[in-house]
């Protein structure tokens, strides 16, 4: 079955500890995003990427890096720089830009800083 | 800026029609979508409109009008499965979707 897996589902960290969130696709998707879901609000874009070796900023980059350098993976890093990471992570693919991108999301991987 | 407003909440009876709405301000358009999320779940998709008018697929149905930066998503025959947030979001110019804070829609008995 073609999906979006993401792992862990719960992730605790301490303060200062940069942790990686995994994102994994069989769907032969070339782009894939990363959002980030606060109660309240709607999903902020984090990373996104287009094809293999190359990703572009969101609105809330700071504080995270990504990497692609498979087309299946675009695994994100929760770096120390990021002040408030406590929230609900969201990973999604699509094919290439274009009049119709519906995205595909994974089941979330929700972060908590203790 | 880019805004999309939706209702935070909505409350409605099971086996009745609720209807939420999405005004949006973006820089383009390249079509809106509409999403449901069950908590703690991934966003899954329901609708995709780009021109005016009516989408109908079973139960759920979705409205656009460029023109009034306006959709609208009806639920029919409601079912308790149907209490999630229902995001709504919009494909700016740079084929980038722009996101709604989601309505929570809740069914009662």
């Known amino acids: 079955d073609g999906g979006i897996t993401q792992s862990p589902k719960y992730l605790f960290r301490k303060e200062g500890q940069n942790v990686t969130l995994s994102c994994e696709q069989n769907l032969n998707h070339d782009a894939m995003y990363w959002y980030r879901q606060d109660p309240g609000q709607g999903l902020r874009l984090i990373y996104y990427?287009?094809?293999?070796?190359?990703?572009q900023k969101g609105d809330i980059a700071e504080g995270y890096s990504v990497s692609r350098e498979k087309k299946e993976s675009f695994p994100l890093t929760v770096t120390s720089a990021q002040k408030n990471p406590t929230a609900f992570y969201l990973c999604?693919?699509?094919?290439?830009?274009?009049?119709?991108?519906?995205?595909?999301f994974g089941p979330g991987t929700r972060l908590t800083v203790l | 800026g880019q805004n999309i407003d939706q209702p935070t909440e909505m409350t409605a009876t099971e086996g009745a029609i609720v209807q939420i709405n999405c005004t949006y301000q973006t820089s383009g358009f390249n079509g809106l979508f509409w999403y449901q999320q069950h908590a703690g779940e991934a966003p899954t998709f329901l609708s995709y409109?780009?021109l005016d008018g009516l989408e109908e697929k079973g139960r759920f149905s979705s409205f656009l009008s460029r023109s009034k930066g306006y959709s609208y998503l009806l639920l029919k025959e409601l079912q308790m499965k149907d209490s999630a947030s229902y995001l709504c979001?919009?494909?700016?110019?740079?084929?980038?979707?722009?996101w709604g804070a989601g309505t929570k829609l809740i069914i009662k008995p």
């Open positions: 409109n780009v």
């Open positions: 979001a919009v494909m700016d110019s740079n084929y980038q979707l722009i």
């Open positions: 990427s287009q094809i293999v070796n190359d990703f």
């Open positions: 999604a693919s699509s094919i290439p830009a274009g009049d119709y991108n519906e995205q595909f």
